[in-house]
């Protein structure tokens, strides 16, 4: 149905092939839990050294889980506590290099090492986090921040 030209190239270029890719999976669709599940297959299939990719959701002021590639998760995480409650409580993103230093830190997963959680805020309202994680200790860099910030601009729009 859709064929993506994402580089092997820069990690600049793969995310701004990521972006054009996501823009393209969302354009016109309105249900937010498609859009989410695409673009949670997408990352995964694309981000490398990746053991979760995907969502919470802001459900009743808490965080629920939602599409996502990888290992079965943990279902409620309150705002505030771990990685992903911490970035929805604080609306910046969180990049953890080590996740075992983390206060709180939730492991749904023991073969994650890094994570990197960023918020999906649309005017002003937190809508839930995009969760990623990593075997790799210190994984994410801050061109991963960036270009994860603006994949979530576009999804938030779009959810």
Not at 57 to 63: D, K, Q, Y
Not at 74 to 79: A, K, N, Q, S, T
Not at 82 to 90: R, S, Y
Request: net charge negative.
């Amino acid at each position: 149905m859709y064929q993506f030209d994402v580089t092997a190239g820069s990690k600049a270029e793969l995310y701004h092939d990521l972006h054009a890719a996501l823009d393209a999976l969302t354009a016109g669709e309105a249900d937010g839990i498609a859009n989410m599940a695409n673009a949670a297959a997408l990352l995964w299939q694309y981000l490398p050294d990746l053991n979760w990719a995907g969502f919470y959701r802001m459900v009743a002021g808490e965080l629920v889980l939602g599409p996502f590639q990888g290992k079965a998760a943990c279902i409620r995480i309150p705002v505030g506590r771990g990685v992903c409650g911490t970035a929805a409580a604080t609306r910046e993103t969180q990049r953890v290099d080590d996740v075992h230093a983390f206060p709180g830190h939730i492991a749904c997963d023991a073969d994650s090492r890094s994570e990197l959680v960023v918020p999906l805020v649309r005017d002003g309202v937190v809508l839930g986090v995009l969760d990623l994680d990593s075997p790799v200790p210190a994984r994410f860099d801050a061109e991963d921040v960036a270009g994860c910030e603006a994949l979530a601009a576009v999804l938030a729009a779009r959810i």
